[in-house]
DNA sequence: ACCTGAACACCGTTCAAGT
DNA sequence: ACCTGAACACCGTTCAAGT
């Protein structure tokens, strides 16, 4: 009896916070397709009917998880020496701190865009890159279409164009199982792309997207643009 | 007997096409969570189990959606005459061909995210655009870059950064329900900036946001960047 | 108040059986 | 060769029952 009562102790009472945290992890681990109502509760230790005490349904849950990540990018930008005297350096920091949260969490775009609600800490996020390329002398106009252009990357990116899904996987297996052959006679200028970067590669192991690299370049290319829109 | 005999001769016989075709508008009018086996297979007719004697599994069903969007890019695009002369509007052509695709099936962007494997037909898009910059003069290394700017923007801006999912919902009733006077108060920068737009929106029964006109806005943005850098 | 077991209507998929 | 029915191991969710 008292066993059983410091067991009970022991386990934390279940809550909407603990529900969530379990479903991150669970997908972070085994992708979104892991997170059902039946494996959440048993990483919890718990039957599947427990969460509904404290999630009206699935759908909350997914809701749930989109909330827990923008409020960790809100975090982290939080927690981070933003440079409010330049608006091109401060749009630039806030947009690679999402990023670098996007891909600690994969998953993540994905579910943003299916979702049909946009909840309030997203909208916390847009306030504030809105706010620095306001005080950075862009109309508003020039703000929303910058808002969608970022946004649109941000989320974009994390679906890869060559190696979507799983960045496991690398080119070089697929080319060599569809005949290297075959492909050059077929795509000659994608094939010359690659092989041209493959060499130039300066980490040959890492494969020759570099999606670091070219996120960067991409931001760069925007942002230019903004600025030059500005004037 | 005859009369069955006719059924089954009017019936036509099931084919990968086929079925196919059946799931593409399975998810064009009701999503892509619609498109199961057992819904696909009654769509033709037919029991869930007999459409594994023409596609493997759900994966390669989900393969061939994306497979017959692709395909449908790349025929558009070849009914098309390519400014061939210019390889910005080349380019150009290209990314809105890709983009109108994407809005007849707006569960593609996602789909092909989320697959493992990059179709050929892909491919061959890819090949389509990266020989425009070539041929334009834009260098392997800066095609290459382009082509992750720009597919990523075919592929992120179908997921909405306001209303995603069901391009029905509009961002009115939300801010309504949660209370106007406490957003303009917590984020008055976006505040200002959905009034702003909405009183300049031409037309305001399409709510603020014209995605079109924003998709061509960092079209435009990112190619006169490619165009600046390849000078 | 919180958790549970049984049940319902769905999934994808296998397998032996029909024609 | 092509289609099917029954079955298995999964889903989300409801509801009456336990504590």
Redesign the interface.
């Known amino acids: 009896m008292t066993n059983i009562e410091s067991m009970r102790a022991t386990r934390a009472p279940l809550t909407r916070e603990r529900v969530l945290a379990a479903a991150v992890a669970l997908a972070d681990a085994e992708g979104i397709a892991a997170v059902t109502m039946r494996r959440v509760a048993g990483e919890l230790g718990v039957e599947a009917m427990s969460l509904y005490h404290h999630l009206p349904g699935k759908a909350d849950l997914l809701d749930g998880l989109v909330d827990v990540v923008a409020a960790e990018v809100a975090t982290e930008i939080a927690g981070r020496d933003l440079p409010a005297e330049d608006w091109r350096a401060e749009v630039s920091a806030r947009c690679l701190t999402a990023r670098t949260v996007m891909l600690r969490h994969p998953w993540a775009?994905?579910l943003?865009?299916?979702?049909?609600?946009?909840p309030?800490v997203v909208?916390?996020l847009?306030?504030g890159v809105?706010?620095a390329m306001?005080r950075g002398g862009l109309s508003?106009?020039l703000?929303?279409?910058a808002?969608?252009?970022l946004?649109?990357?941000v989320?974009?990116?994390?679906?890869e164009?060559?190696?979507?899904?799983?960045a496991g996987?690398s080119l070089e297996p697929?080319l060599a199982e569809?005949g290297l052959a075959a492909?050059v006679d077929?795509?000659?200028?994608?094939a010359?792309?690659i092989t041209?970067?493959m060499h130039?590669a300066t980490d040959p192991v890492l494969g020759w997207?570099d999606?670091q690299t070219?996120f960067e370049?991409?931001l760069d290319?925007?942002l230019?643009?903004?600025e030059?829109?500005r004037a």
Chains 1, 2 share one sequence.
């Open positions: 775009p994905g943003m865009g299916s979702r049909s609600t946009v309030p909208y916390g847009y306030e809105v706010g306001v508003y106009r703000a929303h279409r808002l969608h252009a946004g649109s990357m989320l974009g990116f994390t679906q164009v060559f190696r979507p899904a799983e996987g697929e569809a492909i077929a795509l000659p200028y994608t010359a792309m041209t970067e130039d997207c999606s070219e370049f991409t290319l925007l230019d643009g903004l030059r829109a």
